[in-house]
């Protein structure tokens, strides 16, 4: 039901910059610019996509918001599910856009380019993926004013600081997921299955559309395993019950835990992406 995936499609390669060495190498400022503006080409030069992503995100909120007023949904249930998907939102868009990225480079052949110059992988992938993030977010953004403006007394008590700091920390989470899957892609020469499964399960067990309570006994356990989880209770529990941030210091602590074993793995499979590629090649079919 998010937009994300449908509109995530793999760049040419062409369209994408490459990052110079050292020490001819740009300030980053000005590398973000310029990924950024031949993001925007690329993406504008397909005006239908926009449409379709408008349109789709449209349908959805007229249908959660008829939804919760015609069954007997939980209290905001329509600013609950809102907040579900525009997490799941980001966290596809992140898992996805790496996974692409890293595979338009491989299957180009500038992969082996880019390692060949000592330029960090995973600041090429940051950096070709920031367009992406940042359209994620302010659908983010969008969903939110769609709560404000059909929901609004849901987010009356809304502790902003707190939720902001459970999303920020969820954030770091789903950017080292992403730089994990784009190594996975590397590393198999194909599409990743670690994307799509953490976002199969997370849109089931992670209380996306739905209370963690509804789920059947034993699968609620599971749900503990993905950081769409307490990233998505610590949201809630900030914006819709208005708790303060020294609250959600399970869901802070639990954040943390994910971020401290997913960043230093997702770096140590980017060095052996890494080195895989240049012992190997990037081809494909090599």
Known sequence: MTSSTHNLTEPASAALPLPQSAPARRTTWTEIKTFLRMDAIEDWSTPNRQLQQATLMTVVLIVLYALSNMIAAPTHYFAFSVLGLACMDVMATTLASFSLRAHSYQSSGRLEAILMAHIPLWRVLALASLGDVLRSLSRGLIYLTAI???????????????????????????????????????????????????????????????????????????????????????????????????????????????????????????????????HHGASPLS
């Open 148 to 278: 404000a403006l059909l929901n609004g007394e849901a987010l009356t008590n809304a502790q902003w600081v707190a939720a902001s700091s459970v999303f920020a920390l969820g954030l770091l989470v789903l950017l080292s997921i992403g730089l994990l899957s784009a190594s996975v892609t590397i590393l198999l020469r194909r599409g990743d299955p670690l994307a799509w499964l953490l976002g199969l399960s997370s849109l089931l067990l992670s209380g996306v559309l739905y209370p963690l309570e509804h789920l059947p006994e034993g699968l609620g356990a599971l749900a503990g395993l993905l950081p769409l989880t307490p990233m998505l209770h610590g949201l809630r529990a900030a914006l819709l019950a208005g708790q303060p941030l020294d609250a959600l210091t399970p869901e802070l602590l639990h954040l943390s835990l994910f971020f401290a074993l997913l960043a230093p793995l997702s770096l140590v499979a980017l060095l052996r992406a890494t080195r895989s590629t240049l």
